[in-house]
């Protein structure tokens, strides 16, 4: 079984400051996904990255593939309270139809 | 927009009872999923179906069965509830093909308690 470790598990910040948080793994994944989760709502996903070394652009998030293909991470300028929810990264496994969830790091942005 | 409709929000039941929970998506997706989501477990997989009443058990399928009789529609059973089901529950859909396209589409859970 594939597993994904998030880091950190919680994160409190102010509106304005930069965040990181990091999704990783011992095994090679073909692609990483990243979700949003916000209150009282299911995942909705944010990105797709494919290629070792990718960097994508979502507005003020930043999203990397690293190049072994075995982590990934989320960088969020200039956070807003709009950002608060629960990120969680997934990637195929099994049939390749399945996808294995890390934990998730659940982010609050305080105003 | 995919919408993927579970039909509670929420559930209270008592231990013992037979417990549905229904999911229906509407963009003809063959894959369907059902996951339970604890804190600080991430979402864990029960079961997945790849075709009318087609199942495959997920990670954590003990306590539970599933039905899918229908292509937009996914049951999840809980035989007999018991306090340690308590949890959310989150329904799931996608298309067929899977890698880099696999994108699944969720609906807004069904935070179910069992007292």
């Known amino acids: 079984t594939q597993l994904l470790e998030q880091s950190p598990q919680f994160l409190s910040i102010q509106e304005g400051e930069n965040l990181t948080v990091y999704c990783n793994s011992s095994?090679?994944?073909?692609?990483l996904q990243w979700y949003r989760q916000e209150p009282g709502e299911g995942p909705v996903l944010l990105v797709t990255?494919?290629?070792?070394?990718e960097v994508k652009k979502l507005k003020r998030l930043t999203f990397q593939f690293g190049d072994a293909r075995k982590d990934s991470s989320l960088h969020i300028t200039a956070a807003q309270p709009g950002d608060t929810g629960l990120y969680l990264c997934a990637g195929p496994s099994g049939s390749a139809r399945q996808l294995t969830f890390g934990s998730g790091t659940q982010l609050t942005v305080l105003p | 927009d995919v919408k993927v409709t579970q039909s509670s929000r929420y559930l209270v039941k008592r231990t013992g009872e037979k417990v549905f929970l229904e999911c229906v998506q509407d963009?003809?997706?063959?894959?369907m999923f059902w996951y339970r989501q604890d804190p600080g477990l991430g979402l864990r997989l029960i079961y997945f179906s790849y075709d009318v009443k087609m199942k495959e058990k997920g990670d954590i399928p003990e306590g539970y069965s599933v039905s899918r009789e229908k292509k937009e529609r996914f049951s999840l059973i809980l035989e007999s509830a018991s306090t340690n089901q308590t949890s959310m529950y989150l329904c799931a859909s996608s298309f067929l093909r899977g890698g880099s396209k696999n994108i699944q589409y969720f609906g807004a859970g069904t935070r179910l308690s069992v007292l």
């Open positions: 990255v494919v290629t070792g070394g």
């Open positions: 095994s090679v994944f073909s692609s």
């Open positions: 963009m003809d997706h063959e894959n």
